[in-house]
């Protein structure tokens, strides 16, 4: 005797916000064992919502739309009622038959007793094939399965209902109790929530510590309907974990539906797809915000990017001698060069002493005109004499491929404002201060740093913090003769832009020879506590985007020019240059100070690895 059915077709309760009504409420009854007749009304309720899609999905695992699918499906029923009534009731009932359904199939499949009752649970077809296959998210889905598990039910009762069942919003907001309204502000956090716990998967999954730092780099020209960088497309050409993750990300582009019902069903899940009576209907998808619509955004197919072109901007050579900056540094020995080191150190910060020894004849100034476009004053700069680096360096950061200066997202600093590229101006928001130990603090707002290690690789502002503390190195970098800035927590590591275009994030990458990890110190007007009055008439000074003449043999990342040389050793008693930190051919050995890795661990260039 076949199994009957429910009342076909099934519906979901009437639209409006009646929480009595929802999911969770019904679910909560079956809990209370005196309240006979409520969890009678509770069963009838939930059968009339759920039995046709599960009934389907049992039909998918049996290959069967007879006895065996009925019968798999009021089994799968009846264990997730038993499991509610020892449980905390959920919203996201749909995903969890499904569930239910898909594991009670592959349990029945090997049992002999059950297949001589249902000799269907065996065909060749699916039988065989849900014997021998692994019924969990394959590993081009592993990160969805995971985040799906661990967002809150509500979350999951809308992307399941509105992106797999593809049924309009009134429905799941019906089966939580709450008004579209809100159902729809809900959906667009749900969508969110899903992705982080994406791109946080990718990182908690990473068995190459590279891949970590790729995250925030594959989710920003994705969300974008962009390019992936080169050097992310080469690395995710090589990488599966990365190449899987990206194919995954593209799916948020309006095909989640394919990415859910694959990552939580696994077998079948395109099948059970293809069966929702509203995919069949003509115009019917998936609900978007009423308040900002998405609108279509290109993608390129999984596996397959586009290549943003190189970068090669005018005056790169000027900064960066890469080329020959290994040959050059054993070329001029080690002394020349820990002469250089420490010369480069008392430059960058101004005198704020008087008894540092007899000043350089003349005074150098520096300037240099805005892009096209741009509204930045003209940078200028009067340097002092070199001296003891008793005062922070007060500075913009001017990348060298973009011609564009490290800003913050919201011009209100807070902490977990971003930073992004944008064109070079004298506004508080685009100055920092770097200080002698290493620490990157915002003068908009002097209580808050720099932080390279808080949200996925992507720089934001975070509390400053001292050098001994867990968070120390975090807020604190090495900036190195070639401008790089290193971030004191992983030395494999470089502060960059995302791209080196205008809003650009800034990001931490892979350290590598391009211009986009190379930073320019220079300043919109005059510090303060410059020395102003002019002693004599200067030559003129060489602009950091000239070509080195011959011989200089190093290209140092000034926008404005290196004092006069003159003795490093201090005076007995007297304040004077720091020492220099061991030297080695490495051109990225930090510029400034040699004692910061008795304070912070990780180490860079000569000082570890």
């Given at each position: 005797?076949?199994?009957?059915?429910?009342?076909?077709?099934?519906?979901?309760?009437?639209?409006?916000?009646d929480?009595a009504?929802?999911?969770?409420?019904?679910?909560?009854?079956?809990?209370?064992?005196?309240?006979?007749?409520?969890?009678?009304?509770?069963?009838?309720?939930?059968?009339?919502?759920?039995?046709?899609?599960?009934?389907?999905?049992?039909?998918?695992?049996?290959?069967?739309?007879?006895?065996?699918?009925?019968?798999?499906?009021?089994?799968?029923?009846?264990?997730?009622?038993?499991?509610?009534?020892?449980?905390?009731?959920?919203?996201?009932?749909?995903?969890?038959?499904?569930?239910?359904?898909?594991?009670?199939?592959?349990?029945?499949?090997?049992?002999?007793?059950?297949?001589?009752?249902?000799?269907?649970?065996?065909?060749?077809?699916?039988?065989?094939?849900?014997?021998?296959s692994?019924?969990?998210?394959?590993?081009?889905?592993i990160?969805?399965?995971?985040?799906?598990?661990?967002?809150?039910?509500?979350?999951?009762?809308?992307?399941?209902?509105?992106?797999?069942?593809?049924?309009?919003?009134?429905?799941?907001?019906?089966?939580?109790?709450?008004?579209?309204?809100?159902?729809?502000?809900?959906?667009?956090?749900?969508?969110?929530?899903?992705?982080?716990?994406?791109?946080?998967?990718?990182?908690?999954?990473?068995?190459?510590?590279?891949?970590?730092?790729?995250?925030?780099?594959?989710?920003?020209?994705?969300r974008?309907?962009?390019?992936?960088?080169?050097?992310?497309?080469?690395?995710?050409?090589?990488?599966?974990?990365?190449?899987y993750?990206?194919?995954?990300?593209?799916?948020?582009?309006?095909?989640?539906?394919v990415?859910?019902?694959?990552?939580?069903?696994?077998?079948?899940?395109?099948?059970?797809?293809?069966?929702?009576?509203?995919?069949?209907?003509p115009?019917s998808?998936?609900?978007?915000?009423?308040?900002?619509?998405?609108?279509?955004?290109?993608?390129?197919?999984?596996?397959?990017?586009?290549?943003?072109?190189?970068?090669?901007?005018?005056?790169?050579?000027?900064?960066?001698?890469?080329?020959?900056?290994?040959?050059?540094?054993?070329?001029?020995?080690?002394?020349?060069?820990?002469?250089?080191?420490?010369?480069?150190?008392?430059?960058?910060?101004?005198?704020?002493?008087?008894?540092?020894?007899?000043?350089?004849?003349?005074?150098?100034?520096?300037?240099?005109t805005?892009?096209?476009?741009?509204?930045?004053?003209?940078?200028?700069?009067?340097?002092?004499?070199?001296?003891?680096p008793?005062?922070?360096?007060?500075?913009?950061?001017?990348?060298?491929?973009?011609?564009?200066?490290?800003?913050?997202?919201?011009?209100?600093?807070?902490?977990?404002?971003?930073?992004?590229?944008?064109?070079?101006?004298?506004?508080?928001?685009?100055?920092?201060?770097?200080?002698?130990?290493?620490?990157?603090?915002?003068?908009?707002?002097?209580?808050?740093?720099?932080?390279?290690?808080?949200?996925?690789?992507?720089?934001?502002?975070?509390?400053?913090?001292?050098?001994?503390?867990?968070?120390?190195?975090?807020?604190?970098?090495?900036?190195?003769?070639?401008?790089?800035?290193?971030?004191?927590?992983?030395?494999?590591?470089?502060?960059?832009?995302?791209s080196?275009?205008?809003?650009?994030?800034?990001?931490?990458?892979?350290?590598?020879?391009?211009?986009?990890?190379?930073?320019?110190?220079?300043?919109?007007?005059?510090?303060?506590?410059?020395?102003?009055?002019?002693?004599?008439?200067?030559?003129?000074?060489?602009?950091?985007?000239?070509?080195?003449?011959?011989?200089?043999?190093?290209?140092?990342?000034?926008?404005?020019?290196?004092?006069?040389?003159?003795?490093?050793?201090?005076?007995?008693?007297?304040?004077?240059?720091?020492?220099?930190?061991?030297?080695?051919?490495?051109?990225?050995?930090?510029a400034?100070?040699?004692?910061?890795?008795?304070?912070?661990?990780?180490?860079?260039?000569?000082?570890?690895?």
């Amino acid at each position: 005797m076949r199994t009957p059915h429910p009342p076909q077709p099934s519906y979901p309760p009437a639209p409006g916000p009646d929480p009595a009504d929802s999911d969770a409420s019904l679910a909560a009854a079956l809990r209370e064992p005196a309240a006979e007749a409520e969890a009678t009304h509770a069963v009838a309720a939930l059968l009339v919502r759920h039995w046709e899609p599960v009934r389907d999905y049992a039909a998918i695992c049996t290959a069967s739309s007879e006895n065996a699918a009925a019968v798999l499906a009021t089994a799968a029923f009846d264990k997730v009622w038993q499991t509610l009534r020892r449980s905390e009731p959920t919203a996201a009932l749909r995903p969890q038959l499904l569930v239910t359904v898909r594991d009670m199939a592959k349990a029945w499949s090997t049992d002999r007793r059950v297949s001589a009752l249902l000799p269907e649970s065996r065909k060749p077809v699916n039988g065989r094939e849900m014997r021998t296959s692994n019924v969990t998210a394959p590993e081009n889905r592993i990160l969805a399965s995971r985040s799906f598990q661990a967002i809150p039910a509500d979350a999951q009762c809308l992307l399941w209902h509105i992106e797999v069942e593809a049924e309009p919003i009134s429905s799941p907001a019906a089966l939580l109790g709450i008004d579209t309204e809100t159902a729809l502000a809900e959906l667009e956090q749900a969508r969110e929530k899903f992705r982080s716990g994406c791109l946080r998967a990718h990182v908690e999954l990473a068995t190459n510590p590279e891949c970590r730092y790729y995250s925030r780099l594959l989710d920003v020209p994705i969300r974008r309907g962009g390019a992936l960088l080169p050097d992310v497309q080469r690395h995710v050409e090589e990488c599966r974990h990365c190449r899987y993750a990206a194919e995954q990300l593209s799916h948020f582009d309006g095909r989640l539906g394919v990415l859910l019902a694959e990552s939580v069903l696994a077998w079948g899940g395109r099948r059970y797809l293809d069966t929702r009576p509203a995919r069949r209907r003509p115009g019917s998808a998936p609900a978007q915000s009423a308040s900002a619509p998405q609108p279509p955004r290109r993608h390129s197919p999984p596996g397959r990017h586009r290549h943003l072109p190189r970068v090669t901007p005018a005056g790169v050579r000027a900064v960066l001698a890469r080329d020959n900056s290994k040959a050059v540094l054993t070329g001029i020995g080690v002394g020349s060069a820990v002469l250089l080191a420490g010369l480069l150190a008392a430059s960058l910060w101004p005198d704020s002493s008087n008894d540092a020894g007899p000043a350089a004849p003349g005074g150098a100034t520096a300037s240099r005109t805005a892009a096209p476009g741009s509204q930045a004053p003209t940078a200028s700069s009067t340097f002092p004499p070199s001296g003891t680096p008793t005062s922070p360096l007060r500075t913009r950061l001017r990348n060298a491929a973009a011609d564009l200066c490290l800003d913050l997202q919201d011009r209100t600093p807070k902490a977990g404002t971003g930073t992004k590229l944008a064109a070079c101006s004298s506004a508080a928001a685009q100055q920092w201060s770097y200080e002698s130990d290493g620490l990157l603090r915002s003068v908009a707002e002097p209580d808050l740093c720099l932080d390279s290690h808080a949200d996925d690789g992507v720089i934001a502002l975070g509390q400053c913090a001292g050098p001994k503390t867990p968070d120390g190195a975090d807020v604190r970098y090495d900036l190195t003769l070639q401008g790089r800035l290193i971030p004191r927590w992983r030395s494999e590591l470089a502060v960059a832009p995302a791209s080196p275009t205008a809003g650009s994030e800034i990001v931490v990458k892979i350290r590598n020879e391009s211009a986009e990890q190379v930073w320019l110190i220079d300043s919109a007007t005059a510090s303060p506590t410059s020395r102003t009055d002019a002693r004599a008439a200067s030559p003129p000074a060489r602009s950091a985007t000239t070509r080195p003449p011959a011989g200089d043999g190093l290209a140092l990342p000034l926008s404005r020019p290196l004092p006069s040389v003159r003795p490093l050793q201090p005076a007995a008693g007297n304040r004077g240059v720091p020492p220099a930190p061991p030297f080695t051919a490495d051109a990225d050995t930090p510029a400034a100070y040699g004692t910061r890795r008795a304070e912070s661990g990780a180490g860079h260039g000569a000082y570890g690895t």
